[in-house]
């Protein structure tokens, strides 16, 4: 078979296998948030609610495609594939299992990085197209939010870079063979807090979600998108939260290193990205959300020095060590 | 009524510098029921609010007009929804207080039970509600929304098992009350209350040192203590701003001299400050119930023979304003009786209506984000509003 | 923000533990039994005064309809949703029609509170849920079929009258 045509047929896969783990996991945060608040989530659809995710597409499927006005027809209609398009994208750079991966680019890191901040863009789109005051409040409010907590988090990420001395994606599971990074003293587990709270706020998860406010905003820059350009607006949000708990146990958490054969690393890497998504969620059914200029306070002024030091503190160690392979 | 002109301006936009007229509409989920603000933005800042009220009237006063003595009372609950008892308690004290028809001690013990579960129950709502508004609903706000409503829900309970509603109770009639105590409440109602005074520790703990908690109520919403007298705000509003005003206290009614209770007062006039007041009137509401259940002395629940028709109580001519210390703010009755079964005139003071005055002058200045902490700060219930 | 070394590490610790408790509460809670009531498999245990849907009585000895057509109720109700036609025959007299828009009702009890026979009376259920409207314009029949069809509240007219005062034999 042509490498070309496996490629394709491997990308339809795990397009497929993206889609159905993150219909999935809304599920399981609803649940889990369920318990939080002392009540069952989905019960009724399916055992236990288990048809639930689908009897939601379905629905979504069938709602009526209502387009305001005085939209922005072209801005309006894109937006929800531009949103999505990066937020899909950056599966393919994950190693899920030594050799299983879709693109194991030696510079899978920055790829994934540069590819995920391309997102605000359909963000944009969508808020500017609606014409809508809320939708335009949100869409601004994200481009400030999101711009600014990409520095911190792509320092927080740069940290295993540098312990590792590799971008490769693949390289870094392997360079933590010796002991996942998130045990490295003091730099780790800073690190990975950092790497948390940055997620926290490009991923507009409460307390960072001012942009979609629902008690102010109502749904912020999605607010006029209805049926099937609602639901994909909503799959590329939770793909892109899925993605970077991917990213976070890869980068901290070792990634496929687990006991057992090799095959069961996809199982353990699975297992730890749902770990930190469902850390992320605890943290997001907990806090009551801060304003936007206290957002950006804590980005500027807080998060991006520490991660800065941070990595600075990494390098001056990898350096003492003696050096790490090469970049 | 703003002035018309100005509000066309307003409406066409951009009145000098890239003002942005934004309407947090009576369809809002923040909204805490039907209320319309006309936000003028700069950016994120607010600097102008026209407040639109109106969408829930339902003209009380002028059922005041129609309806009875006997009948109006379970209408009275209506209007401050979230607080029952003590908008009935209102209208039957003023009805009384033109009859001059006592009350019986356990009348007035079972009222003030009523009354001060009720503010236990309105509190919960408020803390849910407000850490809703400031949390979203798909976040940490829903999940402090859900538990304060799993305490409310205990407190429904007790109501439900009391008079047979959960919400709207008809439990206050002219001359006592309606109902008296089934077999085995008043130990119930103990153990609910020493259950939620271990969940308001929960609660405290959740948001009293939480940093994102106290950056967005502190030094936000400042209601200065001369703001307070001048715009007539009551309840938790002035108290938050340094004035110990509680009508319990300036003008006790219904036996609540006998009770010993503290009135909590805060300085900061900030929706931290109000917070705190609340969470103090938690556990003092707490305390009178314990002191009124034990001392809730026997004897009969009503001065007055039960209702049997519905011209049955007529009150002699007079008029007065009777008010209550509701969970909101003073909540008064002006009531002008003409000796027949019917009031002539009935007038609502709602604490709510006046309260609502107080946002053009504090939220200008504040960013959007603001404008729902203070709102939820004031606690508003469109009932008492609109009436 | 903190403006010295020292009160930046304490501030940060204070987050830290302030955000350890919240997130401790919410374990707790996530360790607690839900409070979910699966309706409508299993039904809430409804109190014994619980106010729901209205419905006439028959006599519990002759067998008789209890209503006399005396119109109080009519006369009582807020929103005016009942309407009586009294029929009069020798011993007694009776109600020709009875009707009661259930959807307009407040469900305030006063009409049960009035009531001289114990005739209207409200039942311990509200599962009368209907996707017709007309279906809930309770007609004397239909009254009747749920009076015997239902739990009744422990409230009737004359324990409620002998709550507000009490007999004249026991006056305190």
């Given at each position: 078979?042509?490498?070309a045509?496996?490629d394709l047929i491997a990308a339809f896969v795990l397009l497929n296998g993206v889609i159905g783990v993150v219909t999935y996991v809304t599920?399981?945060e ?23 995710p689908?009897?939601d597409a379905l629905k979504l499927m069938m709602k009526e495609d209502v387009v305001p006005a005085m939209s922005d027809r072209w801005v309006y209609n894109l937006a929800p594939l531009a949103f999505l398009l990066p937020c899909v994208l950056v599966f393919g750079t994950i190693?899920f299992?030594?050799?299983?991966g879709l693109a194991d680019l030696?510079i899978g890191l920055l790829f994934f990085l540069a590819v995920s901040a391309l997102e605000i863009v359909g963000l944009f789109m969508g808020g500017w197209g609606s014409n809508n005051k809320y939708a335009l409040l949100s869409a601004m409010r994200a481009v400030n939010q999101i711009i600014s907590y990409d520095l911190p988090f792509i320092f927080a990420a ?9 971008l490769?994606l ?25 790497y948390?709270?940055a997620m926290l706020a490009a991923e507009n998860r409460v307390?960072f979600d001012i942009l979609e406010a629902e008690?102010e905003l109502v749904a912020g820059f999605r607010v006029e998108y209805s049926g099937m350009k609602f639901a994909l607006i909503q799959l590329a949000e939770y793909a892109h939260v899925i993605a970077t708990s991917y990213l976070g146990?890869l ?22 990205a749902?770990?930190?998504f469902?850390?992320v969620?605890?943290?997001r059914?907990?806090?009551?959300r801060?304003?936007v200029?206290?957002i950006l306070?804590?980005s ?28 | ?19 942005l007229?934004m ?20 950016g994120e ?91 979203g609903?798909l976040g ?228 959007v ?19 | ?172």
């Amino acid at each position: 078979m042509a490498p070309a045509v496996r490629d394709l047929i491997a990308a339809f896969v795990l397009l497929n296998g993206v889609i159905g783990v993150v219909t999935y996991v809304t599920l399981l945060e609803r649940k889990f948030t369920a318990r939080m608040q002392s009540r069952i989530g989905p019960y009724r659809v399916g055992p236990h609610g288990l048809l639930q995710p689908i009897a939601d597409a379905l629905k979504l499927m069938m709602k009526e495609d209502v387009v305001p006005a005085m939209s922005d027809r072209w801005v309006y209609n894109l937006a929800p594939l531009a949103f999505l398009l990066p937020c899909v994208l950056v599966f393919g750079t994950i190693p899920f299992a030594p050799g299983l991966g879709l693109a194991d680019l030696n510079i899978g890191l920055l790829f994934f990085l540069a590819v995920s901040a391309l997102e605000i863009v359909g963000l944009f789109m969508g808020g500017w197209g609606s014409n809508n005051k809320y939708a335009l409040l949100s869409a601004m409010r994200a481009v400030n939010q999101i711009i600014s907590y990409d520095l911190p988090f792509i320092f927080a990420a740069l940290i295993p870079v540098v312990l590792s001395g590799t971008l490769r994606l693949g390289g870094i599971v392997e360079a933590q063979q010796g002991g996942w990074y998130v045990a490295y003293p003091v730099i780790g587990q800073l690190g990975f807090l950092a790497y948390l709270v940055a997620m926290l706020a490009a991923e507009n998860r409460v307390p960072f979600d001012i942009l979609e406010a629902e008690s102010e905003l109502v749904a912020g820059f999605r607010v006029e998108y209805s049926g099937m350009k609602f639901a994909l607006i909503q799959l590329a949000e939770y793909a892109h939260v899925i993605a970077t708990s991917y990213l976070g146990a890869l980068l901290f958490l070792g990634g496929w290193l687990g006991p057992g054969p090799g095959w069961l690393g996809a199982v353990w890497f699975t297992l730890k990205a749902l770990a930190v998504f469902l850390l992320v969620t605890w943290v997001r059914w907990s806090f009551v959300r801060i304003r936007v200029d206290q957002i950006l306070a804590i980005s500027w002024k807080l998060l991006l020095p520490v991660t800065l030091m941070l990595l600075l503190a990494a390098a001056f160690v990898v350096a003492y060590q003696g050096g790490g392979g090469a970049a | 009524m703003p002035d018309l002109e100005a509000r066309k301006v307003i409406e066409l936009g951009y009145a000098g510098n890239e003002r942005l007229v934004m309407n947090m509409g009576p369809q809002h989920p923040s909204a805490h029921g039907v209320f319309r603000a006309i936000l003028t933005l700069e950016g994120e800042t607010v600097v102008g609010v026209d407040a639109v009220i109106g969408y829930l009237h339902r003209c009380h006063e002028k059922l005041g007009e129609t309806l009875t003595y006997v009948q109006y009372p379970s209408i009275a609950s209506k209007t401050d929804y979230v607080a029952a008892m003590t908008s009935e308690l209102a209208y039957v004290l003023a009805a009384e207080k033109i009859g001059q028809i006592e009350v019986p001690k356990r009348a007035q013990y079972l009222r003030v039970i009523a009354a001060e579960l009720q503010r236990i129950a309105s509190h919960c709502l408020w803390l849910g509600t407000w850490c809703m508004d400031m949390g979203g609903a798909l976040g940490g706000g829903a999940t402090l929304f859900l538990y304060c409503f799993r305490e409310r829900e205990t407190l429904l309970d007790l109501f439900e098992a009391l008079t047979g509603a959960r919400l709207l109770y008809g439990f206050h009639q002219v001359g006592g009350t309606r109902y008296d105590l089934p077999a085995g409440w008043a130990e119930r109602c103990r153990s609910t209350v020493d259950l939620i005074e271990k969940r308001i520790d929960e609660y405290e703990a959740m948001l009293e040192g939480n940093a994102f908690f106290l950056a967005r109520t502190r030094e936000v919403g400042v209601i200065s203590r001369e703001l307070a007298q001048e715009v007539g705000v009551s309840g938790p509003l002035i108290r938050g701003s340094g004035i110990a005003y509680d009508i319990r206290r300036v003008e006790p009614y219904s036996s609540y001299e006998a009770f010993d209770f503290k009135v909590p007062v805060e300085t900061g006039g900030d929706c931290w400050a109000r917070y705190r007041v609340r969470m103090v009137e938690f556990r003092e509401s707490i305390g009178i119930v314990r002191q009124a259940l034990e001392g809730l002395p026997p004897g009969p629940i009503s001065s007055r023979p039960g209702v049997k028709s519905v011209g049955q109580v007529r009150i002699g001519k007079g008029e007065t304003y009777a008010r209550v210390e509701g969970p909101r703010g003073e909540v008064g009755c002006y009531l002008v009786a003409d000796g027949s079964a019917k009031p002539y005139r009935m007038k609502w003071r709602g604490a709510s209506f006046s309260n609502l005055a107080v946002l053009p002058h504090i939220v200008p200045g504040h960013k959007v984000a603001d404008v729902v902490a203070i709102m939820g700060s004031v606690d508003p219930v469109f009932g008492e509003v609109d009436r | 923000m903190p403006r010295n070394r020292a009160s930046f590490w304490s501030e940060l610790a204070q987050l830290t533990t302030a955000v350890g408790k919240t997130m401790g509460v919410t374990l707790r809670n996530f360790l607690r039994r839900p409070v979910t009531i699966h309706y409508p498999d299993v039904k809430r245990a409804y109190p014994e005064r619980f106010r729901g849907v209205l419905a006439l009585t028959y006599d519990r000895e002759t067998g008789e309809e209890n209503c006399i057509g005396c119109r109080l109720c009519e006369y009582i109700c807020p929103p005016q949703v009942i309407a009586v036609e009294m029929l009069k025959a020798e011993k007694r007299n009776y109600a020709k029609t009875f009707t009661l828009e259930l959807y307009a009702c407040e469900y305030c009890e006063l009409c049960v509170q009035v009531c001289p026979t114990d005739a209207i009376i409200m039942l311990r259920t509200v599962d009368l849920a209907t996707a017709d409207r007309r279906e809930l314009l309770l007609d004397k029949d239909r009254l009747h079929e749920l009076g015997l069809a239902d739990e009744p509240s422990w409230a009737t007219g004359t324990r409620l009258r002998d709550m507000q005062a009490p007999p004249r034999a026991v006056k305190a």
